[in-house]
């Protein structure tokens, strides 16, 4: 437990650090590479002091130039540091209305692009996902956990649409992507951290100009289907 204490004092510390340079740089320019810097430093940081490692397979299916709308199962809240230090080029999330209310680290991520959704309030939702569209116009990649909170299981939870009609509207391609391992870090409503390894799996990206709005179902079940397949696949083995 003296072990788990200071992991959550260093984050603490370390996040207020990095959030108030995030605010300072994110005045100048939110999506410089000085603040991807800070943001990847933030993550790197605090999976250093917990013992975490992250393995990164398929990144080159990727083009570091293109913005993509990763989806993403979602285990544990290192989720958000393994795709931070695994996902190339400039990337922010869609992150949930009560990360918001942190003082000094809600600013820092309001200044850097980051996007509160209210999953509760449908149009507030509405206004966040036309947020995110004029953020992927500015050739940035936005990363959603469909799932909409952690599974304690590890198991795969439903999806919701948002994401997927994010990514109609945007017309950019979807990357579906797995993460395993976080589960055993820090489960849901634990404090307990544990040091282990983190494993980020990207899957060929889906063209959605092969999917109508009307067809949106469809995308969702293709998607949720080769996640499902990889993450069943990768923690058999």
């Not at 605010?23 to 810097?37: A, K, Q, W, Y």
């Not at 966040?128 to 909409?148: C, D, H, T």
Request: hydrophobic letters at 45%.
């Amino acid at each position: 437990m003296l072990r788990t204490a200071w992991i959550f004092v260093f984050a603490i510390v370390h996040t207020l650090c990095c959030s108030l340079a995030a605010i300072f740089f994110g005045l100048f320019n939110p999506f410089s590479e000085t603040v991807n810097g800070v943001i990847r430093l933030w993550a790197k940081g605090i999976l250093k002091v917990a013992g975490v490692t992250v393995t990164v397979h398929g990144a080159e299916k990727l083009n570091p130039q293109q913005p993509y709308i990763y989806i993403s199962n979602h285990q544990s809240a290192f989720d958000i540091l393994a795709h931070v230090v695994s996902i190339p080029g400039t990337m922010r999330f869609i992150a949930k209305q009560e990360l918001f209310r942190i003082p000094v680290f809600a600013q820092g991520m309001r200044t850097v692009g980051m996007i509160p959704i209210d999953r509760g309030n449908s149009e507030k939702a509405r206004e966040s996902l036309n947020k995110a569209i004029a953020i992927l116009k500015n050739g940035v990649s936005v990363i959603i956990y469909p799932e909409g909170t952690r599974s304690q299981t590890g198991q795969i939870k439903p999806f919701k649409k948002g994401g997927f009609i994010l990514a109609l509207k945007s017309g950019l391609p979807i990357v579906p992507t797995v993460i395993s391992g976080s589960v055993n870090i820090l489960k849901k409503k634990s404090f307990r951290v544990n040091r282990g390894d983190i494993h980020v799996y990207f899957l060929d990206p889906v063209d959605v100009s092969e999917f109508s709005f009307e067809k949106r179902n469809k995308l969702v079940k293709r998607v949720r289907d080769m996640i499902v397949a990889k993450y069943n696949e990768v923690t058999r083995n």
